[in-house]
């Protein structure tokens, strides 16, 4: 009887009418427990967290009831559970926090934003032929209103780690069945808030994310504001060919599997920032003969490059470089621009260590990686979802293996020019934006710097023995 008694003040919303009035038992206790968070505290080794309400957001119109089929590009990140990111807003304007992130307000938007992105109210669940599908039944985004004694400051560096998770990440991990979206609101000492948030990457990549929150924040500026891009769910649109076919040249392209290691030793999390003048630099470095290289190829080429060095590779071992790519506007027809899903391939270049870090040889490191992205195409893409539909093994969802990249390898996830600074819900635009734990050593996320500057923040998950060598290879020449 008390289990029930504190359940009940824990309410669950199940349309807009009831926000912050009424609470709904319409889910069993048995299920609200594996879901909802009771009044806690989190701890860690930075500060404590303190959870004061915990609730279920569903669409506040009614949404298709169904089973949503996964493209294969789909199902091949299912085991990666929860993209983890955190955004910091300070509360420069002097309203107080009682307006400051007004949660009735934000629990009004993101209800109607579900409306049109319906899959994150749902969960993941196994269709009749035992192949994982969302289930879209409207059973709601978590959203979750802590406090804290921490102030924006305290993170002034933006870098990753277990702490920033477990303090401002809601803890979905070991829900079953999975939560496809979960937010927590910390109102923050300083009067600043941090939004953390945990979507499910079998729900969306990073495009579809951020036009999620986009759309969100929006609502919340502008209740009346449109969806732009229309929302687009067809998924089939990335079935595989029937029958399908792997181009023999395909597999030299993209790279379908994660390779990872055994941790041979400790691993830190470090975030650096480039300003706008060494982008320029190092873009014309770069460029050679070409006249133009993108930011992305040319930091991806420096940071290869330097990692390399770091490591003290071979001069004769293979090393590889890999990285996601979108794969919406290389197929015929493009996708529509409001797909909603996952639509990124992984691709890769290659070479043997003296020719990648040899000081001359900078733009043709550089070379190599536009190769690879130019080599995709329509039949590159229709042959990688081939490929996925027939190596297709079904998993349960479970986290992916503990390990690392092996030291020949490393993997650039690039979020330059997303819309990261966009979400504001009416209270201005975030201070930053972070990816709030990476921990795997060898992967390198690649962000815009700030809200305009030009600058770009590099955030690399390495060997905490390579570190100092890394930052004096990456700023030496810039």
Excluded at 77 to 84: K, Q, S, Y
Aim: proline share 6%.
């Amino acid at each position: 009887m008390e289990e029930a008694r504190e359940l009940q003040r824990v309410p669950i919303y199940t349309s807009v009418d009831f926000l912050l009035t009424r609470p709904q038992l319409s889910i069993s206790a048995r299920k609200m427990g594996a879901v909802l968070s009771k009044r806690r505290k989190r701890k860690t080794g930075v500060g404590e967290v303190k959870v004061v309400e915990s609730c279920m957001v569903i669409p506040s119109e009614e949404t298709p009831r169904r089973g949503l089929w996964l493209s294969p590009l789909d199902l091949m990140l299912i085991n990666r559970g929860h993209t983890p990111t955190v955004y910091f807003y300070r509360s420069d304007s002097g309203a107080t926090v009682e307006h400051f992130f007004d949660v009735a307000r934000m629990k009004v938007a993101m209800a109607k934003a579900l409306v049109a992105f319906y899959p994150l109210a749902g969960r993941l669940g196994v269709g009749v032929h035992g192949r994982a599908e969302i289930d879209c039944s409207g059973q709601g985004a978590l959203f979750v209103v802590a406090r804290s004694g921490l102030t924006v400051d305290d993170f002034r560096s933006f870098r990753p780690s277990p702490e920033l998770r477990k303090l401002f990440v809601p803890c979905v991990q070991h829900d079953s069945p999975s939560v496809m979206c979960a937010v927590q609101v910390t109102f923050l000492k300083c009067g600043g808030v941090a939004l953390g948030t945990a979507m499910h990457h079998v729900a969306a990549d990073a495009i579809s994310a951020f036009h999620f929150f986009q759309t969100w924040s929006a609502i919340s500026r502008d209740p009346s504001a449109a969806q732009n891009p229309p929302v687009v769910h067809d998924r089939t649109l990335l079935r595989a060919r029937s029958p399908p076919f792997v181009h023999p040249d395909a597999i030299s392209v993209f790279c379908p599997k994660l390779n990872l290691s055994d941790l041979s030793g400790p691993i830190v999390s470090e975030t650096f920032d480039i300003s706008k003048d060494q982008v320029a630099a190092l873009k014309r470095a770069c460029a050679g003969d070409s006249g133009r290289v993108s930011t992305f190829c040319a930091l991806s080429a420096h940071v290869w490059r330097c990692v390399c060095v770091a490591r003290r590779l071979p001069p004769d071992a293979t090393t590889r470089l890999t990285f996601p790519a979108s794969v919406r506007r290389s197929l015929r027809p493009p996708l529509p621009a409001g797909y909603f899903g996952n639509g990124i391939i992984w691709l890769g270049a290659a070479g043997k260590v003296r020719d990648i870090t040899s000081s001359e040889n900078l733009s043709s490191v550089t070379g190599r990686i536009a190769g690879a992205v130019r080599r995709m195409d329509d039949e590159l893409v229709r042959s990688a979802i081939d490929y996925f539909e027939l190596t297709l093994v079904e998993t349960d969802g479970q986290p992916a293996p503990a390990g690392c990249m092996p030291e020949t390898e490393l993997r650039v996830i690039s979020w330059l020019g997303m819309p990261v600074y966009d979400v504001d819900f009416g209270w201005g635009k975030p201070l930053a934006m972070v990816r709030a734990e990476s921990e795997r050593a060898g992967f390198v996320y690649l962000m815009d710097g700030g809200q305009g500057g030009g600058g770009v923040r590099v955030h690399i998950c390495t060997e905490a023995e390579i570190l100092s060598d890394f930052q004096r290879l990456l700023y030496a020449k810039l």
